[in-house]
């Protein structure tokens, strides 16, 4: 067993201490690396990087590796795509894909690649406009701002725009991206070696995963030319060497006060973790009822036993009194400098006490805001396709600054790719996955709950699930269209029971997001600003704000760690792999890797951990070395880095990565690949800026 | 939805007050009573009660209602029974079971019921004997004396002799029972009735369920006579009405020091509900793989359930930091007080930090315990008896003050009745069960470890619980019988895949056992024993200790609470429960009550609440009046209730209980159960010690 250390990290408070950050490639602590690893990557190095690394709206990182965008990103990224091509009689998730040729990639009905072409700070822009206000006043203003500046900004729908809230408010900037949606599929595995070692496994080191898959990316039709790639390394990664990370770690709550890590400590993250429990009980009894039941379940499967362990392993570090003692110390250090200073403390001086009561109140709160708004208590997909047009019937006749905020313009584009997706959707498990919640809401809320009892009546959840997910008719993408362009006169006069249900559900799902926004959210939102201008001005601004699902590069070394007294060696070998295969899931490697065990070199490297300092959302990311060429391929971090949503423990913490030999050796001697190792050369060039290392 | 409010309580350490308290009928406060309610029951009726209360064995309370061995108790505390009798064909939960002769009463075939008849103080003995020992030695001679003391208590099959730890270790009562061990199912409701509004209303109020089944329990193949019983009230009870409850309360921790509390709310408690959860999502889904899955595994699921939301309300009543707080208080003054005296301080002042160190221990050794040795990693019955058979064949020859606590010659008789109980086993359901927890055996510990290792081999959870499942002949009584005759010897021979198992698991399971005895129980009770001491000497011993599932009797009154500004009456009435049919599971009224609503007088009280301090275990209990008559039948604690683990709280926390006019109504007017209401005539002389209330 493994017992998950973690030491405190004055993140945001102090400068980054070892390899530690997140950080922006317009702040990057290029001295810093330097004096450590004799290697200082120059503002050019960070743009090629920056242009080369690419983010899936979806939720993962990705790069391009080739001049014909080709993407390079995790098997478990690319996942709901395979399955969503696949059918009972072709299971891509079982048997894994190749397009041979060209014509044989498949689009992706819901997959998204974004380039992060800009960035502008916005922070003096959004400041003027909310200065002075509070409550109802500065939230609407602050989202009314943020609006326009994403729309001005937004000039196509190949051009995504995001205003990103750094430092919890301590700046804002503008993201620019260039947005691919016309994405393909072009090779991934078997599930069974992409995710060799499941659950068990997951979070884990040593592994032996072969955890990636390859997308192209289209514009009008063809390959789209991407001018900047990350080349293929020659030697891939060595233990010790420096190493990088460019992707987009999704969230950290390193900055976050003490109140609101109490919060999540002992009101959110145990509530999160019994229903996710609960969930993973009942999903993989439902993968018993069949196999068609168990392929299409798979992926909602991978994805509760995911959440729920990395969850269970951020709550333990906060469990961990030490640490979160070493949290509280840091607070009232701050807290005193800022009381010591009169001006200060006028200026910043009630912030944590502000916070504090806001969370106090998000308790009374969070299960409706949980429940009725955030999809708890309705988990379905065709639920969640009617709520979006019975809403977008609402906000899109408002004008762009007064919608909810992922109904502006700038977002038009991934809503629709999102509402009109072709992707399949299994009545079956959308009963199952609705009575549960449904169950969870009348078990939360009580029977006799006013919104409990208007919502189902004298039907029993599974009533209830049953007659609006055979009812309805929104599987067909082209009921979704009509009713979208009808508009409010479509959805009033729609007899669908799910549209029905959405509009049931409706006034109170405004109601309590509308209370959360305007006397919780816009109360933290513009004391975490307060709290972050007093950071800066104690510890001045030469650090890493916390990670906001947006583009960051990282920097570390190939290097192992210490676990319950014993060394653990950084890289692991191909014959690891088939040692570890007994034949039985998780543990049973698939037919095409026995097949070829004979021709693999097995002292290949095929998996490895750095010091890079990483989180959920930069699964996918390019590895690279100095040259800026692809070393490995980011899956994973150990069960150690899962406390990193807090701190960063270099002892131990562990970004986990495939190692670059092993893809290449396995696409050519497993796959006979021979197409994609053709665009995946090592290149004859080295990178920009390259030194020498001292 | 409702927020559990605890108060501080200082339990075991200051005098009680309000109707706080589960008290042992030789330590009563019948004077504090008397100065309250103007009613102070003398020892006499103090022992008339207990005679006349009943322990069931499994873990519930019941009382005798009749001289001829009528029980009566909850219909959950019989429906391990009800289910065990039915069959796919015979389905007793779901139509109930009425014996219209003493012929048609049948044998539970797993029921022992438990009539405390003397209390002893041995506190001096086991003093005596463990003087000066720590550690193993200290844990193997209490154990010894403790095996002794019952042994020669326990001069037949007839008699169940139980040391009490009281006072966590302040004080040793050698409790004598009567045992009945032939106990007869004479009446159960629906279970549709019983447990009307389900989980979502367990722990609830207002309630409207008829939660009741009688038994009756036999000697020498007829019913037994019965000198004390309770006589029915003719008046049930009446909002402000003095009332008792005699039963047995599982287990409080009120007097547990901070660092057990700390290790309960940030580490046991937490993993239980996590695990509880998953597993809750496991066999709900489980029920809908056919109708005689879901009736053989409905009495799992209520109990899961039932646990589940148990821990989860107490897990709330310590996160509440108030509460917490004064917990911590509360211990910082005894120290102080202690510290404050040389002989005390030299006595008891490190007691609490050795406590402390303990629980630091177990949180390494937990996971090993809970699933090796606690079963855990093995959730199956079938396991259970071969690990019974194995264990026996090496306990039973050794002395019997050196064997397991549990193979002490006192205990034989409850081991039999378990061991060779020929109550069903349902192999799919066992499969289920063991696949599940073999699953978590190796999330918890890692694929790595060498017990998972050792266990598993190259068999997934799936393919070993199968193979072992279908493999053993122990569903069969007799094949359990002559393995436990044959000893030693026919252990080592049999050929049994599950006896196997078993034996491979026991090295292991031993020795954590061993270590968590010597190292960490003994340490714990020890320096418990000690803290109880000091208590003792500070604050005197005029209090109650915490509840360890052995008889005790509390006060109170029926009387209604707040909830959310709003005042909850304290009995609903029969017309409710019509009101709250929707005729959808779990708000389904049985197709006998909706017959007979024409019949029925609906103003009749149906449920009601008391300031009665309770908790778990008490289910069952009888409710009376000072006459020592029936008003009513325990069968739930309010939500608020729950946090009654650890503290009182007399404004919220509320027993549960049917009125007795409820039961007399539907075994009347629903079951015409004329049988059984011809033993339940309400008395016509008073019951003892009545006087007036002032």
């Avoid at 009894?285 to 362990?309: D, L």
């Avoid at 021979?674 to 030194?691: C, F, H, M, W, Y």
């Amino acid at each position: 067993m493994k017992r998950l250390v973690v030491v405190a990290a004055l993140v945001s408070a102090l400068p980054a201490l070892a390899d530690e950050g997140m950080w922006t490639y317009n702040n990057f602590p290029a001295a810093k690396v330097k004096e450590k690893y004799g290697f200082e990557p120059s503002q050019q190095w960070l743009d090629k990087v920056r242009l080369s690394s690419a983010r899936l709206a979806g939720g993962c990182s990705a790069s391009f590796v080739s001049p014909n965008g080709l993407v390079m990103t995790n098997h478990h990224c690319a996942r709901g795509c395979v399955e969503q091509l696949s059918t009972a009689d072709k299971d891509f998730i079982a048997n894994g894909f190749y397009a041979k040729s060209q014509q044989e990639e498949v689009q992706c009905p819901a997959m998204e690649v974004n380039q992060l072409t800009d960035i502008t700070d916005v922070t003096d822009r959004l400041n003027k406009a909310t200065q002075g206000l509070t409550g109802k006043q500065y939230a609407d203003t602050l989202k009314a701002e943020m609006a326009k500046v994403e729309k001005e900004c937004a000039t196509s729908d190949e051009v995504r725009c995001d205003v990103v809230t750094l430092y919890q408010g301590g700046q804002y900037n503008l993201y620019k991206y260039r947005r691919f949606q016309d994405v393909r599929l072009v090779f991934a595995p078997e599930h069974a070696i992409a995710f060799f070692g499941g659950d068990p496994d997951n979070f884990e080191f040593p592994r032996y995963d072969l955890d990636v898959s390859f997308v192209r990316v289209y514009q009008d039709g063809k390959p789209a030319t991407t001018e900047n790639y990350f080349p293929w390394s020659k030697a891939g990664a060595k233990e010790g060497e420096l190493t990088f990370v460019s992707g987009n770690p999704g969230r950290t709550s390193r900055g976050l006060t003490v109140a609101e890590l109490e919060y999540q400590r002992d009101v959110a993250m145990p509530k999160q973790l019994m229903a996710l429990a609960e969930f993973r009980g009942m999903i993989n009894e439902y993968q018993k009822r069949g196999p068609e039941q168990q392929r299409t379940s798979n992926n909602m499967k991978f994805g509760v036993e995911n959440a729920f362990k990395a969850i269970k392993g951020r709550e333990e570090a906060l469990l961990d009194k030490k640490f979160f003692a070493s949290k509280v110390a840091d607070e009232q250090a701050l807290r005193q400098k800022v009381a010591a200073n009169p001006e200060m403390k006028k200026k910043y001086g009630a912030a944590w006490d502000e916070i504090a009561k806001a969370e106090e109140q998000l308790k009374n709160i969070r299960t409706e805001l949980n429940y009725l708004e955030q999809g708890q208590g309705f988990s379905s997909q065709l639920f969640n396709i009617a709520k979006s047009l019975v809403r977008a019937s609402e906000e899109l006749p408002k004008p762009n600054g007064e919608r909810l905020r992922e109904y502006n313009d700038a977002n038009q584009p991934a809503f629709k790719a999102q509402l009109f997706s072709p992707a399949p959707i299994y009545p079956e498990l959308e009963i199952a996955r609705l009575e549960f919640s449904l169950t969870k809401l009348r078990e939360e809320l009580g029977p006799d709950h006013p919104f409990v009892k208007k919502v189902l009546g004298k039907e029993s959840p599974l009533t209830l699930a049953t007659r609006v997910v055979n009812g309805t008719q929104l599987r067909d993408p082209k009921v979704r269209e009509q009713l979208f362009k009808g508009g409010k006169q479509a959805i009033a006069a729609s007899q669908d029971p799910m549209i029905k249900l959405a509009q049931l559900v409706e006034p109170d799902s405004r109601a309590v997001r509308k209370n959360f926004e305007e006397n919780i959210e816009s109360v933290i939102r513009k004391n975490s600003e307060l709290v972050a201008k007093a950071k800066f001005e104690v510890y001045g601004t030469n650090v890493y704000p916390d990670a906001t699902f947006s583009p960051r590069v990282s920097y570390g070394a190939v290097q192992g760690y210490m676990e319950n007294g014993k060394k653990v060696s950084p890289i692991t070998y191909m014959s690891g792999t088939f040692e570890r295969h007994t034949g039985e899931d998780p543990f049973a490697l698939p037919k095409s890797w026995l097949d070829a065990k004979g021709k693999l070199k097995l002292t290949t490297p095929m998996d490895f951990v750095t010091t890079n300092d990483i989180i959920g959302g930069n699964s996918g990311s390019p590895m690279i070395n100095k040259n800026a060429e692809i070393v490995g391929l980011v899956f994973d971090g150990n069960i150690q880095s899962l406390g990193g949503d807090f701190g960063f423990d270099e002892s131990v913490n562990r970004t986990v990565a495939v190692h670059s030999d092993a893809i290449l050796e396995a696409l050519q001697k497993v796959y006979g690949a021979t197409r994609v190792i053709d665009e995946l050369r090592p290149s004859k060039q080295p990178g920009v800026n390259a030194k020498p290392a001292r």
